[in-house]
């Protein structure tokens, strides 16, 4: 049985070989039609990927705003940040009093930075990196340590001013350079500390004690409100629910959500269209595949029915269009992903420059090409089993008598 | 695998095929076709001749007798390729579909010289002359040198069948057919498509090695006068159509 599948394994070999260009041409046929699909898929994947990847990453499309300044009460934000929707979500202070100058060792002027509230997992700033904590510990923005000449870890001298009863008061504050911020974070002079923080400086400008840091004034602050809030929803797709859900409740927020839809639109409707444009192609792809290859068993009836003459078992004969069908598939395959290749790499040459780097225009993964030669040798095996066994049919005494 | 060799003279008379009543309907635009053997019996190591003009079922006759074609009806086929061992009822395996033993039948024991072509076109003579063998799993033993040399195409072994002539490529036919030394050669006009002077040749060169390989042969053919001398049997055949001529009926037997 074996050394039969053999012998025909061999025979269809040599006749394949034999016939060099009727094989390069359903070679060529074949990824003529299978080629230029993966090229579409491979721009699909690579593009739309890109612009959901950006759009993912970029924490900025996930953030909500609220709309002018409000008076948040601080059991009403753990509410919220309890949302599973919500990721992230920190009180802001008056935006008037969440600034501070800063004073390094190394540079001889004084840099007033923004002050930026932030606690654990705040997107904007690098994952695992040290985050502001307790009165001291801040991360700078990247033009402030830039200006300042300091790295993590440096010290720094905070100070601030107020008018308190009648006088001009100013204090210092040891600070410490817990982290520098990704570029992207914060592009102007600015500095994320803990809320805690904002709240004392805050107190302190409001003419309120301070027992934490020994500033004098008038008793705490008891049943503090917020202005405003940072809140970054878990992902860009629970941005719109939260928009709506804050809506409702009639806090206005300002959301990326119009530029998420838009991206998420182009997804469906270029998703719509490649599914469009591949089961036709895919449709053409079978149907060409499958008339060639009939087509070829048709045309070999009569040596079919030769080797049927000589003794090969129906069963062994079924195994000759098969094989023949076999190496159009996979040398299909292997030269439509070549033509792959090449244009894939001449698309994302020419758009290099337009991209991050280390993005591609063009880009398959490997199990889409696992895919592609599946799919081809699934259809190569049908269609050959369906001609072959049709050939095997008839009976041999007619297929001999054909010319 | 012995078989070949012990089809001796001393089994001279031993029957290898043996027919009643087999007939074979066939219709082609509109005009029907029978061909009926009411008896017709076939030994060993006996040459037998089918002559007729073309069209008239030697072909469809031949195609039964290699297996290669189900017959519409038949009171008895039995084929006894191996002497001493019981006959095989070809029209039982017809029914129940048995093609693979039909098959296996006909690669052991059955030699078919085609009327044209039947060589692939992918193999080198030698391949083609070697291929009845090499289904079997045969050694090689000298066989098919010694068909190329009897047959005049040594020199053609390497080259492929486009290359050779339509003498040639008959002569390689025949070698395949002879070449796994089975006990019956089938030739259907084996030289219809050469030269009477070629024809002659090939058909002389055919029965000789047929002779020697102890095959018994059934030949087809639509000219007695130059296989008269060669010593064949021929079988009786007659053909008659019906007065409106839409069935032609040939009746072989012997």
Redesign the interface.
């Known amino acids: 049985m074996i050394?039969?599948l053999f012998?025909i394994f061999r025979?269809a070999t040599?006749?394949y070989?034999?016939?060099w260009q009727m094989s390069v041409c359903f070679v060529l046929g074949l990824a003529a039609v299978l080629g230029p699909m993966m090229v579409l898929f491979g721009l699909k994947f690579g593009i739309v990927g890109a612009m959901m990847d950006q759009l993912i990453e970029d924490p900025g499309n996930r953030e909500i705003r609220p709309v002018g300044s409000g008076r948040y009460e601080h059991s009403w934000l753990e509410s919220v940040r309890k949302r599973p929707e919500v990721a992230f979500l920190v009180p802001r202070t008056r935006s008037i009093a969440a600034t501070i100058e800063l004073a390094s060792e190394h540079v001889p002027r004084i840099v007033p930075v923004e002050l930026i509230a932030s606690d654990h997992g705040d997107p904007l700033l690098a994952p695992g990196s040290p985050v502001p904590e307790g009165l001291d510990r801040v991360v700078l923005s990247r033009s402030s340590a830039n200006k300042l000449a300091v790295k993590a870890g440096d010290r720094l001298d905070g100070s601030l001013v107020r008018r308190y009863l009648g006088q001009q008061e100013r204090v210092h504050l040891p600070l410490t350079v817990a982290a520098v911020a990704p570029e992207q974070a914060f592009s102007r002079d600015g500095a994320f500390v803990s809320v805690r923080l904002l709240e004392a400086l805050e107190d302190f400008r409001d003419g309120r004690t301070v027992p934490e840091l020994g500033w004098d004034g008038v008793s705490a602050n008891t049943g503090r409100s917020y202005p405003g809030f940072r809140l970054y929803a878990r992902s860009i797709h629970d941005v719109a629910g939260l928009r709506d859900a804050f809506a409702a409740i009639d806090v206005d927020v300002h959301t990326q959500a119009a530029g998420i839809e838009l991206v998420q639109r182009m997804d469906r409707n270029l998703t719509a269209i490649y599914w469009a444009i591949a089961v036709i192609g895919l449709v053409g792809f079978s149907l060409s595949l499958g008339a060639s290859l009939w087509a070829n068993v048709d045309r070999k009836r009569?040596?079919l029915s030769?080797?049927?003459?000589?003794?090969?078992?129906?069963?062994d004969i079924v195994w000759f269009p098969m094989v023949q069908s076999l190496f159009t598939a996979v040398l299909g395959w292997a030269l439509a992903v070549t033509i792959y290749y090449a244009t894939a790499w001449v698309i994302n040459g020419m758009m290099a420059d337009q991209v991050d780097a280390g993005q591609q225009v063009c880009r398959l993964l490997q199990i889409h090409y696992a895919i592609a030669l599946g799919l081809t040798s699934g259809a190569a095996v049908i269609a050959a089993g369906l001609a072959g066994m049709r050939s095997a049919r008839i009976?041999?005494?007619e297929g001999?008598?054909e010319l | 695998m012995n078989t070949e060799s012990a089809a001796g003279a001393e089994s001279r008379h031993s029957t290898i095929y043996l027919l009643h009543d087999v007939v074979k309907n066939r219709e082609a635009k509109g005009v029907a076709f029978r061909l009926r053997v009411p008896s017709l019996r076939i030994d060993q190591g006996e040459k037998i001749a089918l002559i007729g003009e073309s069209g008239s079922g030697k072909?469809t006759l031949l195609?039964m007798l290699?297996f290669?074609?189900?017959p519409s009806a038949a009171g008895a086929f039995r084929f006894r390729p191996d002497d001493g061992k019981p006959a095989i009822d070809v029209d039982a395996c017809w029914q129940n579909d048995d093609?693979?033993r039909l098959?296996?039948m006909?690669?052991?024991h059955i030699g078919?010289v085609?009327q044209t072509?039947?060589?692939?076109?992918?193999?080198s003579v030698r391949d083609n002359i070697s291929?009845?063998r090499?289904?079997?799993?045969l050694r090689r033993d000298g066989t098919v040198e010694h068909l190329a040399e009897m047959l005049g195409i040594v020199n053609q072994l390497k080259k492929?069948p486009d290359a050779l002539s339509t003498g040639e490529r008959q002569r390689v036919a025949i070698g395949?057919a002879l070449a796994h030394r089975p006990a019956i050669v089938i030739a259907d006009e084996p030289t219809a498509s050469l030269d009477p002077y070629a024809a002659e040749n090939v058909m002389s060169l055919f029965l000789g090695l047929a002779e020697e390989f102890n095959s018994t042969v059934i030949l087809a053919s639509h000219a007695w006068r130059h296989v008269k001398e060669l010593g064949l049997r021929r079988l009786s055949h007659r053909t008659t159509h019906t007065r409106d001529s839409k069935l032609t009926e040939t009746v072989v037997s012997g």
């Open positions: 050394r039969n012998k025979l040599r006749d070989l034999h016939e009569k040596q030769v080797l049927r003459l000589v003794g090969f078992r129906t069963s009976e041999p005494s001999l008598r | 072909s195609d290699a290669i074609l189900q093609l693979n098959g296996d006909r690669k052991r078919y085609m072509g039947g060589l692939l076109p992918y193999l291929l009845c090499r289904v079997l799993g492929r395949r």
